[in-house]
């Protein structure tokens, strides 16, 4: 386990028998991220790099967290995990998933 000082913003919307949450992950390679279902919760977690940094230059200014993340959404009922879909485009994670049971 680790502790992510980046929480990236999350939107979640619910369409008709679908949810769709849309994660900010703005310099995340699709092959840094992990989406994992239990229950109710969602994470997303991942990294975000810098190749500059990786290749040894020194930082003057430095805003961007360049680290690992974790973003946790809790749904209001269980998640049906074979359902997940996901797209990443232009920066923005979008899942879509069903879930079993009470909704809000």
């Avoid at 980046?6 to 992990?34: H, N």
């Avoid at 680290?67 to 998640?79: D, G, K, V, W, Y």
Wanted: net charge positive.
């Amino acid at each position: 386990m680790f502790f992510a000082s980046w929480k990236p913003p999350a939107d979640v919307f619910y369409a008709g028998e679908r949810w769709i949450i849309k994660v900010e992950l703005a310099g995340v390679s699709p092959d840094d991220v992990e989406i994992a279902a239990q229950d109710r919760t969602l994470t997303i977690r991942g990294r975000r790099r810098d190749r500059w940094l990786q290749q040894g230059f020194a930082c003057h200014s430095l805003e961007i967290s360049y680290t690992r993340f974790e973003r946790s959404i809790i749904l209001p009922a269980r998640i049906e995990t074979n359902s997940i879909r996901w797209e990443y485009l232009d920066g923005i994670l979008r899942i879509q998933l069903n879930t079993r049971g009470a909704r809000s």
